[in-house]
């Protein structure tokens, strides 16, 4: 009786916070105010969902609602956001790609490696200002499975992974947009590609290993959207163009 009412309850949800919680994603776009609905119902999951099956993935309220709320800050009413969430993790077997034997090592044999290439969040986000910013987070996962043989001589099977995070954002501006070449280089764990045109498209990406916690992964994705913005003279950003 106990979980008929958590379904009923959720059931209740946003039809997004349902899907995030019944499929673990959704792929939508929505204009900026639509998604504070998203936000609230979100905001009341703990409260009512008990059953471990159905509690949504950590990166839900320390990653992407944060982010939400920064992206619609830079945006007009009509702007629209859209949203790309994939929560299942990176386990699920069409992330994982083919299984390749490597050499046997001291007490160590039947070593296989293989990585999973788990995209989990996409955003895109028309800002006041007539430029597009978009957000892509993905995560790179080294896998090995081996056989271990202990002192005693018993074999064991052991799994280890190995995390890397990549964080890319891209910010195309608008036609008319004023343009300044940021005084001082960008620090040398950024990559930043430039591309010009009638729209100049600024990509700034990075890699950071090992499992960040939430706070220092949203942390690192402004560090690195902090570059495109750099690109504008001060004072400019805010303005919206016609």
Known sequence: MFWRKQKAAIGRF??????LTLEKGFSVSLRRDDWEPVIQSLAGHDAVVKRRKWRLSERV???FVPMLRVLAADMPPEGVLSV???????????????????PNRGQISSMQQWYAFDPWLRMRAE???????????ID??????????????????????????????TRRLAKDAAVQRPP???????????KEGKRLVIRASARFPGMLENQAMTDRILQ??????RWTPPGTAARRTK
């Open 84 to 102: 790309a969430a994939d929560m299942r993790g990176p386990t699920v077997p069409e992330k994982n790609g083919p299984k390749q034997a490597l």
């Open 61 to 63: 309220p320390g990653v």
């Open 184 to 194: 001082s280089p960008p620090p040398g764990w950024l990559r930043v590609q430039v």
């Open 140 to 169: 790179r996962v080294r896998n090995r499975s081996y056989n271990k043989r202990s002192a005693s001589g018993k074999l064991k099977m052991k799994h280890k992974t190995k995390t890397v995070h990549l964080v890319r954002v």
């Open 127 to 137: 800002l006041r200002d007539g430029s597009v910013v978009e957000l892509e987070l």
């Open 14 to 19: 946003h039809p997004l916070h349902k899907a």
């Open 224 to 229: 690195v959207s902090t570059e495109p913005f």
